[in-house]
């Protein structure tokens, strides 16, 4: 499968990590929107946020947990945005489920 994000799971595609264990990877977005912006996502191939289901959800939760650690890792203390695009009109261009984690500025409501 020609998936970006599964090759940066198995290694094909170097990335910056932040974070990984057993299911879950972290890095840096390679075109960063705010001072601090990192991916969090499943090992497992999820194609979007329209892919979860009762069998497969527990991942989600974990990368809350993790994104929550990586926030006080990186100092937002003051706040910061957990972003999912799913699909065409959401904004979605790589099809592996992904959270972005961002922080360090304000951002605004409701966004563009
Ligand atoms: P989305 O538009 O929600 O699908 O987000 C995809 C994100 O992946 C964008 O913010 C890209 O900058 C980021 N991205 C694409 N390729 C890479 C890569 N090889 N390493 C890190 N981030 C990437
Ligand atoms: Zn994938």
Not at 37 to 63: F, Q, R, T, Y
Not at 69 to 90: F, P, Q, T
Request: net charge negative; aromatic share 8%.
């Amino acid at each position: 499968m020609d998936c970006i994000f599964c090759k940066i799971v198995n290694g094909e595609i170097p990335s910056a990590k932040v974070y990984e264990d057993d299911t879950v990877v972290a890095f840096n977005d390679l075109s960063p929107q705010a001072p601090v912006h990192v991916l969090i996502i499943p090992k497992e191939h999820i194609a979007s946020c329209d892919e979860v289901n009762e069998e497969n959800c527990a991942v989600v939760g974990h990368i809350f947990a993790v994104a929550a650690k990586i926030a006080k890792e990186k100092g937002l203390s003051n706040g910061y945005r957990i972003v999912n695009n799913c699909g065409d009109e959401g904004g979605q261009t790589v099809k592996h489920l992904h959270f972005h984690l961002m922080g360090g500025r304000q951002f605004t409501w409701p966004a563009g």
